[in-house]
């Protein structure tokens, strides 16, 4: 059964059957009827974008299961995927003291929302998390018959998602004589999001596709104990970043740079690929919203 973060540290929750299926607008814009979606690249500075964690599960939900099934999903796959239901999500949420939910990355309007709002569907959008994702040069320059290239691509949740399993960071850039030469990760998991962090993990940054990308995959929980927590509390992978050198043999004059950042909404295994000229695409197993980006010149 999917394993859903709820708004007490100790309580996990199974969902009952959805048959609320709705998106905002900007989702449908940028998603629209693909399997997969990869973002108009370069085309203005975008280098960072925020997407909400209920709307990555609304547009999946918004499959039939027949569609599913075509992507990749197993009859069981589909079943957890349509257990998420806003209701149960927001009587959680409110069975939670104020000081809970604020622990927890959400404002005094989002909870006097949940709270008060009449209408559940409006009231259960506060309960999901937001997840910000950007990308950033360090150094772009040219020596010596090699260009030289590093970015940093940063995420960082404003309140705990519902869906905790593994997440994943990728990042790429839109020419393909740009490989990866070195690379480095952190994850920061704190009790949350402006706590202090309990764990800070390296990450282990992994290439694909000849190396012309960068990926590393995190579990977005873990447990810790000290003095004032004996026993293990649950603490969440709130936000981390990935540092990739790149070098190409060539002068290159101008370059996009992207990143992306894939939230696994049940429990799939996640897997990345990059094409070459900045695209970014996960697996089935991953709900993603459009690039970060950022064209750089010489």
Not at 124 to 136: D, F, L, Q
Not at 224 to 233: A, E, N, Q
Not at 236 to 264: E, M, P, Q, R
Request: proline content about 2%.
């Amino acid at each position: 059964m999917k394993k859903i973060l709820v708004f007490t540290i100790s309580v996990c929750l199974c969902f009952g059957m959805s048959t609320m299926v709705y998106a905002d607008d900007s989702l449908v814009s940028y998603i629209g009827d693909t399997d997969k979606y990869i973002a108009p690249l370069f085309t203005s500075e975008a280098n960072e974008v925020t997407v909400s964690e209920r709307d990555m599960i609304v547009y999946l939900q918004g499959k039939t299961d027949r569609e599913l099934k075509d992507i990749g999903y197993t009859n069981s796959e589909v079943n957890e995927l349509r257990e998420i239901n806003d209701v149960e999500v927001l009587n959680e949420a409110k069975k939670c003291t104020d000081e809970e939910l604020g622990s927890r990355g959400l404002t005094e309007r989002q909870i006097y929302v949940i709270r008060n709002e009449s209408d559940a569907q409006l009231a259960a959008k506060e309960v999901y998390g937001k997840v910000t994702y950007t990308i950033n040069k360090v150094t772009y320059s040219y020596s010596s018959g090699n260009t030289v290239l590093k970015i940093k691509a940063a995420w960082k949740w404003s309140s705990r998602p519902v869906c905790t399993f593994i997440d994943s960071l990728a990042t790429t850039t839109s020419v393909s004589d740009f490989l990866v030469t070195a690379s480095s990760g952190t994850v920061n998991y704190r009790m949350s999001p402006s706590g202090s962090a309990k764990k800070t993990k390296s990450l282990s940054v992994h290439t694909k596709n000849s190396g012309i990308g960068a990926y590393a995959d995190f579990s977005t929980e873990t447990t810790f104990t000290d003095t004032t927590h004996p026993r293990p509390t649950t603490i969440f992978a709130y936000d981390g970043s990935i540092n990739v050198s790149y070098k190409a043999t060539k002068k290159i004059k101008s370059v996009g740079i992207s990143t992306l950042y894939g939230h696994c909404t049940i429990a799939m295994t996640p897997s990345v690929s990059f094409d070459g000229t900045g695209g970014i695409s996960f697996s089935t197993s991953m709900s993603y919203g459009p690039e970060a980006y950022q064209r750089l010149t010489l």
